[in-house]
C-alpha cells in the first residue's frame, strides 16, 4: 500500500519561498510509470494542479504558476518536493502530494493528507 | 487550458434516493488512444480527495457500485444510484487529457 506524507514550514513570510517535502513509502518513486504531483487548495476553495515530477526527473508546471515553481525528487530518501518562491497572501493554501499513473487514465489514486501553509508577515 | 464546468453546485438528497451530476469540458476528452481522460474524486470533509471514477467510467478499487460514471467527448456524469450518509461530501471532475490538469468548481452533496 502506496502512502504520502506531507511536511514543510506552516507558516512562511511574504516574498519567501515555500518549501515542501512528500515522503513516499510502500513503493519507490525512481520506478515504474509514475508522476509524482502537487496540488493545492486554498480554504474553502476548488482544487488546482500545480505540477508534477517524473521518476526520470522530467518536470511539468502549470502554467499560472511556472515562473515560480521547481520540483525535485530525493531518491536516497524516496521524496519529492516543491519549492515556491516569492509567496503572497494567495499562496495561503492546503498543499497535497498525489501519485499520477503515467500511460493511463488512472490519475491521483494515492494522496497525503495535506499541509497546511500560511502566508503571513 | 480546458475548462471543467459542473452542476449543480450543491444538491440535497433523501438517503435512498438517487443523485446525478453533470460535468462538461470546454473540449473534448477523448484521446486519440481511445480512452477518455476524465476522473471523479469525492471529498469529504477535513479529507483529501478520493479517486472514484477514472477513464470516464471505470470505478476504481473499493468504490462501492452504486457509484457509476458516464459520458463522452465533452459531456460527463457522474450517478450514485441510492445516496447513503457516508456519500456527503464534494464532488470534483478533473480532465487529465492536456496539461495543466484542471478540475471543476465542486458539486456539494449534502443529505436531507
Known amino acids: 500500500q502506496v502512502q504520502l506524507q506531507e511536511s514543510g514550514p506552516g507558516l512562511v513570510k511574504p516574498s519567501q519561498t515555500l518549501s515542501l517535502t512528500c515522503t513516499v513509502s510502500g513503493g519507490s518513486i525512481s520506478s515504474g510509470d509514475y508522476y509524482w504531483s502537487w496540488i493545492r487548495q486554498p480554504a474553502g476553495k476548488g482544487l488546482e494542479w500545480i505540477g508534477r515530477i517524473y521518476t526520470s526527473g522530467n518536470t511539468d508546471y502549470n502554467p499560472s504558476l511556472k515562473s515560480r515553481v521547481t520540483m525535485s525528487l530525493d531518491t536516497s530518501k524516496n521524496q519529492f518536493s516543491l519549492k515556491v518562491t516569492s509567496v503572497t497572501a494567495a499562496d495561503t493554501a492546503v498543499y497535497y502530494c498525489a501519485r499520477d499513473v503515467g500511460s493511463s487514465t488512472l490519475k491521483f489514486d494515492y494522496w497525503g493528507q495535506g499541509a497546511l501553509v500560511t502566508v503571513s508577515s | 487550458e480546458i475548462v471543467m464546468t459542473q452542476t449543480p453546485l450543491s444538491l440535497s438528497v433523501t438517503p435512498g434516493q438517487p443523485a446525478s451530476i453533470s460535468c462538461k469540458s470546454s473540449q473534448s476528452l477523448l484521446h486519440g488512444d481511445g480512452q477518455t481522460y476524465l476522473c471523479w474524486y469525492l471529498q469529504r470533509a477535513g479529507q483529501p480527495p478520493q479517486l472514484l471514477i477514472h477513464g470516464a467510467s471505470n470505478r476504481f478499487s473499493g468504490v462501492p457500485d452504486r457509484f457509476s460514471g458516464s459520458g463522452s467527448g465533452t459531456d460527463f456524469t457522474l450517478k450514485i444510484s441510492r445516496v447513503e450518509a457516508e456519500d456527503v461530501g464534494v464532488y470534483y471532475c478533473?480532465?487529465?487529457?492536456?496539461?495543466?490538469?484542471?478540475f471543476g468548481q465542486g458539486t456539494k452533496l449534502e443529505i436531507k
Open positions: 478533473m480532465q487529465c487529457i492536456q496539461l495543466p490538469y484542471t
